[in-house]
């Protein structure tokens, strides 16, 4: 684990924007051949770990770790990140072993445990923001928390709320809404249509339910690129 934390830290320092590919658009059958085809991505710390240690052409394990790392880097890097930040924040985390292995460490477990590119990158949009200071470590735990427990199909309709701030539905709530809900991303407020004067007819169906995004799922939105 002191490793691969120490490689990653290397890692985050190197920008792989110039490969010009999408690894969350890559399977991980095909992420060896990837690397082994790119000399750049060849020379990123963490991938010379996982392949001299982990054997990672033989387990699939190791692979999905591979390409969630890759992920998560682009995701870092994948917007405006200020290089005096960065460089001060992995000089501090090479200062201080204890702190690295509680940010670093946190990072891989939870990268070695999601399967979709799309959600490393997004946490890599987040860890961009803590560095930053957008964020609190604290906010960016809630987040990742967030984000893992996401479906891929619940970005776009976040994403759809959050640029449209409030949808009103007629009949029941979506259990996709629901889970947003659930994850404190969403929140549903209901509104007594004016044609529905008693009781019995609003329970007819004639609330109106809004659901708008809360200030937690705005910043979710915000720095995770949605």
């Not at 190791?62 to 290089?83: A, P, V, W, Y």
Request: hydrophobic letters at 35%.
């Amino acid at each position: 684990m002191d490793q691969m934390i120490d490689s990653l830290r290397q890692s985050i320092a190197k920008p792989i924007l110039e490969i010009g590919a999408d690894f969350t658009e890559i399977g991980i059958d095909s992420i060896i051949d990837s690397i082994l085809d790119n000399d750049i991505l060849k020379s990123i710390p963490v991938v010379q770990t996982l392949i001299g240690v982990c054997k990672v052409s033989y387990h699939i394990h190791e692979r999905n770790l591979m390409k969630q790392t890759l992920c998560f880097i682009q995701g870092i890097h994948d917007g405006s990140i200020s290089s005096e930040k960065l460089n001060s924040h992995l000089s501090k985390l090479d200062q201080d072993p204890k702190q690295a292995e509680k940010e670093l460490g946190r990072v891989l477990i939870i990268l070695n445990k999601q399967i979709d590119g799309i959600q490393s990158k997004i946490a890599g949009c987040f860890y961009r923001a803590y560095v930053n200071r957008n964020i609190s470590w604290e906010k960016f735990c809630e987040l990742v928390e967030s984000n893992y427990r996401m479906f891929i199909s619940d970005y776009t309709k976040l994403q759809e709320i959050y640029e449209q701030n409030n949808i009103v539905i007629d009949g029941s709530i979506s259990y996709q809404i629901d889970r947003l809900v659930s994850l404190g991303l969403l929140r549903i407020t209901n509104h007594a249509n004016t044609v529905g004067t008693t009781l019995g007819d609003l329970d007819n169906g004639f609330t109106k339910k809004h659901v708008t995004i809360t200030s937690f799922g705005e910043v979710f939105c915000k720095y995770g690129d949605l």
